[in-house]
């Protein structure tokens, strides 16, 4: 159900797609979907959460940063921004399974940013420079203030890696 979802939510977007849509193309009942899932809402946070597992998975801790944040950035024809972050946001303080997965991954990230530094509160220090990810990600695409909504990717990003790098020793 989940790669039918990714599917259908890469091609078309989460408006356009339906839960009717994601059940015909896994050859399931919408109720299953509703069942396991509980909303359309809930199967577009797990697929981000599931993207955001094969992000920890396959990026080096000292490149998660920039990696991440890049990905948020991308304004480029053709390629997709990665809303996984921001999906996880949304999902703090609802209940259900793709908000204990959204929390999974929150912890999963926290966990391999505090592995960048040292410090005795690693994991407040991984948390902090999380939290200020996410709040780019907010600003950017859901209050499109300026002049970061607006703002160079490149530029966002030298910006945010120099300063999280005062948190997370070794941070590139």
């Known amino acids: 159900m989940l790669d039918a979802a990714a599917e259908l939510f890469f091609e078309r977007g989460f408006q356009r797609t339906t839960v009717r849509d994601i059940a015909d193309r896994a050859g399931a009942n919408q109720s299953l979907i509703f069942r396991y899932f509980g909303s359309k809402a809930a199967v577009f946070e797990a ?21 991440t944040l890049r990905s948020m950035l991308r304004d480029e024809p053709g390629r997709r921004r990665d809303h996984t972050m921001v999906t996880f946001l949304r999902s703090l303080g609802t209940d259900g399974p793709a908000a204990d997965i ?22 407040l220090r991984a948390q902090l420079v999380l939290a200020w990810l996410i709040g780019i990600g907010l600003v950017r695409d859901v209050s499109r203030s300026e002049p970061l909504s607006g703002a160079d990717a490149d530029e966002v990003a030298g910006l945010f890696l120099t300063a999280a790098r005062t948190l997370l020793e070794g941070t590139r």
């Open 47 to 67: 697929v981000a959460a599931r993207l955001g597992h094969e992000q920890l998975e396959r990026t080096p801790a000292e490149r998660l940063l920039d990696t």
């Open 102 to 123: 959204a929390e999974q991954l929150g912890d999963d990230y926290a966990s391999a940013l505090a592995t960048l530094t040292d410090a005795p509160n690693a994991r």
